[in-house]
């Protein structure tokens, strides 16, 4: 099955949304294979967002998504990488849709609670980044049978 890495930010844990955002993925279907709360090194940061690093805001954007504890996950699913993205909305939480997290929870896009990997090829790139082989797991739940 299909799997993508999300990551609630900074600003999505300090506002207490991890619940909520969890909620979401979990009602449509989804199914949650590994999630921690922690820090993010500048380093891993900086690799994290390589494909940025000449723009005008990497800076800003390492400082914050190092600012304060995210809450990482590993998620899977039929086409979940698509539609994960999709659910989370714009990049920027003004062009986001109503009904989106970034839509519904979001202002400005330097502050927009989550991050989604945007192919198959990140999502692979950043859950060995973020993850260790063993914090991934892979089991059956009864209900998949009710889904697909
Ligand atoms: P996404 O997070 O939707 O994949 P992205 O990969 O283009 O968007 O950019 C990564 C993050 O960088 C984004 O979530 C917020 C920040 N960012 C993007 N464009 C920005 C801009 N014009 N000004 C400030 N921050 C920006
Ligand atoms: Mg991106």
Request: net charge negative; proline share 4%.
């Amino acid at each position: 099955m299909e799997k993508t890495f999300l990551m609630i930010k900074p600003d999505g844990v300090q506002r207490n949304l991890i619940g909520e955002i969890v909620t979401r993925f979990e009602k449509k279907g989804f199914q949650l294979s590994g999630a921690k709360l922690m820090n993010i090194s500048n380093e891993k940061a900086e690799k994290h967002y390589g494909e940025h690093k000449d723009k005008p805001f990497f800076g800003e954007l390492v400082d914050f998504i190092t600012s304060g504890p995210v809450f990482a996950m590993v998620w899977e699913g039929e086409n979940v990488i698509a539609t994960a993205r999709q659910m989370m909305g714009k990049t920027n939480p003004q062009e986001a849709a109503p009904g989106t997290i970034r839509g519904d929870y979001g202002l400005t896009v330097g502050k927009n609670i989550i991050h989604g990997s945007d192919s198959p090829e990140s999502a692979e790139r950043e859950i060995q980044l973020f993850f260790e082989n063993d914090e991934i797991l892979s089991f059956t739940k009864d209900n998949q049978k009710w889904i697909y």
